[in-house]
């Protein structure tokens, strides 16, 4: 069955630029869903952070889009994100998720476990 | 914050049951979109719960349901169980926002 695997660096600088990659096995990038990233607080809620559909075509939460680029490599079945300028405010667990062309709006049907990013000098 | 609101906790003993409301407003909710619920235990990744605000994946369990009416939704578990407890977040999409929204999340506590 599909899964999806989060990796990057756990511990950014401030200022700096957080990046993580999502590995897709089991399925391919390229069938019709869409690739999210989900974020969540130590202790809080969850937020939508952005998608990309494996055709490069991406939606991203206006909150965050000045900081936030998401990319996609179909040669390697993964998906990326990009978060720049980084605070301690986006120290958070950083999930990446499928959501399913349907729906409106769409649902995420299957997540990754997570990966913790800690923004800290 | 949010604009999907959920109240923090909710309880009950085994076998009974408890709804948890998401209240949203008539750019999310109430301008059609449909909701979604997730659950989250603890440690672990969200997992979808109810989608289309009535429908259940493969593998979810009856005692589960969903149900939307104008600007909210509600998500009722009968017969509660240990396994139950978890957090449980709404999601759907807001128009005024521009992208999809969760909700604060409700925590269940199995007496």
């Known amino acids: 069955q599909v899964q999806l695997q989060e990796s990057g660096p756990g511990l950014v600088k401030p200022s700096g630029t957080l990046s993580l990659t999502c590995a897709v096995s089991?399925?391919?990038?390229?069938?019709?869903?869409?690739w999210s990233w989900v974020r969540q607080p130590p202790g809080k809620g969850l937020e939508w952070i952005g998608e990309?559909?494996?055709?490069?075509?991406?939606n991203y939460n206006p909150s965050l889009k000045s900081r936030v680029t998401i990319s996609v490599d179909k040669s390697k079945n993964q998906f990326s994100l990009k978060l720049s300028s980084v605070t301690a405010a986006d120290t958070a667990v950083y999930y990446c998720?499928?959501?399913?062309?349907?729906?409106?709006?769409?649902?995420?049907?299957?997540w990754g476990r997570g990966t913790l990013v800690t923004v800290s000098s | 914050q949010s604009v999907l609101t959920q109240p923090p906790s909710v309880s009950g003993a085994p076998g009974q049951r408890v709804t948890i409301s998401c209240t949203g407003s008539s750019s999310n909710i109430g301008a059609g979109y449909d909701v979604h619920w997730y659950q989250q235990l603890p440690g672990t990744a969200p997992k979808l719960l109810i989608y289309g605000n009535s429908n259940r994946p493969s593998g979810v369990p009856d005692r589960f349901s969903g149900s939307k009416s104008g600007t909210s939704a509600s998500l009722a578990i009968t017969g509660l169980q240990a396994e139950d407890e978890a957090d449980y977040y709404c999601q759907s999409y807001d128009s005024s926002l521009g992208n999809y929204v969760f909700g604060t999340g409700t925590k269940v506590t199995v007496l």
């Open positions: 990309i559909y494996h055709s490069g075509s991406t």
């Open positions: 089991g399925g391919s990038i390229s069938s019709s869903n869409w």
């Open positions: 998720a499928r959501a399913g062309s349907r729906g409106a709006p769409r649902y995420f049907d299957l």
